[in-house]
Structure formats: structure tokens, C-alpha cells
């Protein structure tokens, strides 16, 4: 009697320990599978573009697109972009349209393109807050059709035609100028997306030669009036350093731009430079 009792509580203490084993297993399992989707999401963060913005700018909505939506036509991967982006630039280009007489023959019309244009933000910025008056007319191209379909949508915002999205893989802006300012802002350069290794200085400058920024910027300076106005903020490569630069443009000293948060490149040594708390020159005249 004694011995079955013994062999009963032995059979119970056994079925006990083998429900509790089974329940920490359960537990470990459950902790586990809860670590690890904390550590996935950890390390797939969606890198983006941080926006400029001065003391005087507003909270602005971030937007960009995934890498699928990249056309091969673009050297710049990432579409990020926000409303207001570069006040300080827009602020410089607002005064210098103010000081400048309409030229001859052109109706007072003045004509902004917005070279990369990306889901339209910009436009649509120098539409509202900086160039309002109807005889200042704005463009937008891009080559992406995401971009350019998000962008169409928010030119329908101004009346009267006043914001004109260019699908660029179809027409050159060239046809709807010549412009009397030219912005190119965060377009020369790899910077700033998921999937793509742009703090690989090798890649960047495989895939994004000085050449061919020169490239660019030739096709970009035949779509400027003479005396117009180039703006270029955020670029792997300086302006200043071009042939083209050389030959036809100078600097407007007196208009500088902080926050340029992609680096540049040294060509002599390949590496990144940091030119964050810099403030740099951003606009330039066409002189010829």
C-alpha cells in the first residue's frame, strides 16, 4: 500500500515536471519569436533624406518613394523631398527675380524650372509661398512615373496653368523654356536610399562620374536664359569645379546656403567629405 502510494506520487511529480518543462519551452519559444521580429524591424529602417530647414521654416511632411520606382534614367535614387524644403535658396531666388526686369518680347512672363521635381513639392512650394504673381510660371520635370504622376496631382492645386509637370522621358524641358532660374536641388548626387550603398565611395564614383555630372550640367545650362540663374543644393560634386563653370557662370557671393547634409566628394583622395556646417555658394549667374 505504501509502495503504490509512493509510485503514485512519483507518476504525479513526473507528469508535473513535464508540464512545467513543456511550459518554459512554450514561454522560450514565444520570447524568441517576439526578439526576433523586434531585431528585424530594428535593422530594415526606411533611410531617408533629412530636409533642410531653417529657424523660420515650418513642420513639413516627408515623402518618398521605394527603389522600385526608380527609373534607370536617374542618377539620384531616392525620391525624398518635403514642402519648403530649402527656404534660405528659394528666399535668395525670390530676390534676385524682383531685381531683374523682365527681357524683351517675352509678355513679362517669367518661367522656374524645377530640375528633378520628384513628387512635386518644390513646384508647388515656389508656386504658393515664394512666386505667386500669375506672370511667374512653374515646371517640374522628372523621370520617374511615380514621381511624375504624384507631382501632376498636387500642379492641380495652383488654377490657370500655373504649375506644368514635364515627363522627361517623353519631352525636354528645353522645349518649354528658356527658363529665367534652373533649380537642381539634391539631384547630383547617390544619397539616401534603402538598397542602395551610397557611403560606398567606389560605387557613387562608379555610378556617378565627374564627368558625367559635367554631362548634366551642360544639358541643364541649355535650357537657361542668359543672365539667368542656376541653384544647386546638395551635390557629390562642385559646381565651381567644372569646365562649364569656368566658362560661363560666377557665384553670387552675397547668397550663400546652409545645411548641404550630402557630402562631398574629393576626387584626389576618394572620400566623402562632410560639408554639413558649411555654409556654400548656391546660386549662380549665367553670364554668357
Do not use: W
Not at 535668395?92 to 520628384?118: H, M, V, W, Y
Not at 558625367?212 to 546638395?234: C, P, R, W
Amino acid at each position: 500500500s505504501i509502495k503504490s502510494d509512493l509510485r503514485e506520487a512519483e507518476a504525479n511529480t513526473s507528469d508535473k515536471m513535464k508540464v512545467t518543462r513543456c511550459t518554459r519551452l512554450f514561454f522560450l519559444y514565444i520570447c524568441t519569436l517576439f526578439f526576433g521580429i523586434y531585431q528585424l524591424n530594428k535593422h530594415t529602417p526606411s533611410e531617408e533624406l533629412p530636409v533642410a530647414r531653417s529657424s523660420s521654416s515650418n513642420n513639413n511632411t516627408y515623402t518618398d518613394l521605394d527603389l522600385a520606382s526608380v527609373s534607370r534614367d536617374q542618377i539620384q535614387p531616392s525620391h525624398g523631398t518635403a514642402m519648403n524644403r530649402y527656404p534660405e535658396e528659394y528666399t535668395n531666388l525670390k530676390a534676385i527675380l524682383e531685381q531683374s526686369p523682365p527681357t524683351p518680347n517675352n509678355d513679362d512672363e517669367r518661367k522656374i524650372l524645377s530640375f528633378g521635381c520628384s513628387t512635386g513639392e518644390e513646384p508647388l512650394s515656389l508656386a504658393q509661398l515664394y512666386f505667386p504673381s500669375p506672370s511667374v510660371k512653374i515646371f517640374g520635370v522628372d523621370v520617374a512615373d511615380k514621381a511624375i504622376g504624384a507631382a501632376s496631382e498636387k500642379a492641380q492645386l495652383e488654377p490657370d496653368g500655373k504649375i506644368t509637370i514635364i515627363d522627361g522621358r517623353i519631352n525636354s524641358p528645353k522645349a518649354y523654356g528658356p527658363f529665367d532660374i534652373v533649380l537642381a536641388n539634391s539631384v547630383f548626387c547617390i544619397y539616401g536610399m534603402r538598397g542602395v550603398p551610397y557611403q560606398d565611395i567606389t560605387y557613387v564614383m562608379e555610378h556617378f562620374s565627374f564627368d558625367t555630372f559635367q554631362n548634366m550640367l551642360s544639358e541643364i545650362d541649355s535650357y537657361l536664359k542668359v543672365d539667368g540663374v542656376l541653384a544647386i543644393h546638395n551635390s557629390n560634386y562642385n559646381f565651381m569645379d567644372t569646365q562649364l563653370y569656368v566658362d560661363k557662370y560666377e557665384a553670387i557671393e552675397s547668397m550663400k546656403c546652409p545645411n548641404h547634409f550630402v557630402p562631398r566628394i574629393d576626387r584626389l583622395e576618394k572620400k566623402f567629405v562632410d560639408v554639413g556646417n558649411v555654409e556654400m555658394e548656391c546660386v549662380y549667374r549665367k553670364r554668357r
